[in-house]
């Protein structure tokens, strides 16, 4: 900081208290580096796009035609309904609602909503700078970024209608949000408490499971043992932003559904899912519960919420009365969860403009890419696993969390650590850039006894 010019007066004028800037210096200064790696990022990502197309319209791509089509009522004023016209929260809005003004503007286009991503996937890779910058230093920031940039399954992705490259600029953004503000130092003022709150909302709205940090950031706050009053403070005003994203939503379905659904139905059958007899740690049919329940034929909402109850009823009566096959089940659904990275080209299986030949050459590039990234980041984890810097405390709960959640919860797959691929960047380069200092240290050692 800049001496403060002199005064008339004899004391020294103190400079005022400031609060954790919303837009990092990191930003205001032009970096050529990160010029070039987010350039790199964009072009990978839009070549991509325009050159490999899903499409979930003439043929029926599950998660991907669903979307399509909720996003395409939307735009047409229908608002959130399945296809036979009815009220549906089966899925989270925030997708859809984010597709509907894009479809609106270029008659339905899906060369729009992979745009979409190709511009998600690039902030992205600017936003894992900034909190690389901040929670270790800017050479590790520039790193991660680069491995993000060009990480196979991030750049797959950017040609699917999924929420996987949406959610995970939102799930970042709430990461580097927080670490700049009610993470920092004085933890922000009331405001930015306020705003990431609202922005946690944004992703749940999009991927419930983005709640997941609705509860971690409040611990950590309190952790840190500012004052009572501080604490209390930035939790609430973090818990009323979210809230006020998602209580407007879970208010239409009372309305409309006649539930007090708080986000979407899915989350209990991904319940069901991990929780049933037959289980096996990943994906499973879910018609088998619909048939066991009678619910073939019914017609929304009644058939959303009883299937959602159904499915409660018995993911808890199966926890509750197999825990020995529950704890067995446990480490199939980390294997599932952690296995590879192969979902993104899974998905572009036929019909695609991709080939089967080229999908499974890419499909073990982002195995191979993800394993030497996570094996590098193993490589480095008494740097980065630390409980008493609370930055990088938080990298480590959140994903500790979400494993957990994924675990033990629900059920694992591949498609599910998407987003949590941009913290694995930076742990990587945590190692390499502690495995670079050791080799130049021992390098200029040599020369030195050279030299002698």
Known sequence: MEALPPTASSTPAKPAARSPAIVPAALRRVDVWLIAIVATAFVLRLLWALHVE?????????????????????????????????????????????????????????????LLNVAAGSLIVV????????????????????????FPGQVFATSLIMTEPIFTLLFVLVLTTAVYTV?????????????????????????????????????????????RRVALARSSLLLLGAAAVILPWTARNIAKMHAPI???????????????????????????????????????????????????????????NNPIE?????????????????????????PSTLSIDKARLLGRLSDWFYWAVGGIAAIGLPLWLSLRDQRKAFLVAVVACWTLLFSVVFFGDERFHFAIIPIFCLWAAVSLTTVWQAVQTRWRGRGHAAQS
């Open 54 to 114: 899903v499409d979930p319209r003439t043929y029926w791509r599950w998660d991907m035609t669903i979307y399509d089509y909720q996003a395409y009522v939307l735009a047409n004023g229908q608002g959130f309904v399945d296809f036979a016209g009815q009220p549906s929260a089966h899925w989270p809005p925030g997708y859809p609602a984010m597709l509907a003004p894009l479809y609106r503007l270029t008659d339905n286009s899906l060369l729009a909503a992979r």
């Open 127 to 150: 936003l894992v700078y900034l909190l690389g910058r901040k929670v270790f230093d800017r050479r590790i920031g520039l790193i991660a970024a680069g491995l993000l940039a060009v």
């Open 326 to 350: 529950e704890l067995a089940l446990i480490p199939r659904r980390f294997a599932a969860l952690y296995a590879g990275d192969g979902a993104s080209i899974a998905w572009h299986d036929n």
């Open 262 to 320: 708080i986000i979407s139905t899915s989350a209990t059958e991904a319940l069901w899912v991990g929780h049933h007899e037959g289980a096996n740690g990943r994906i499973a049919d879910f018609s088998e519960l619909t048939v066991n329940e009678g619910l073939q034929g019914m017609a929304n909402p009644d058939y959303e919420v009883k299937t959602n109850n159904a499915a409660l009823r018995q993911a808890l009566q199966f926890i509750r």
């Open 183 to 227: 993470l920092a130092e004085g933890h922000g003022r009331r405001w930015q408490a306020l705003l990431v709150g609202l922005l946690i909302g944004a992703a749940a709205l999009v991927r419930g499971e983005g709640l997941l940090l609705a509860a971690i950031i409040p611990v950590l706050i309190f952790a840190s043992r500012p004052s």
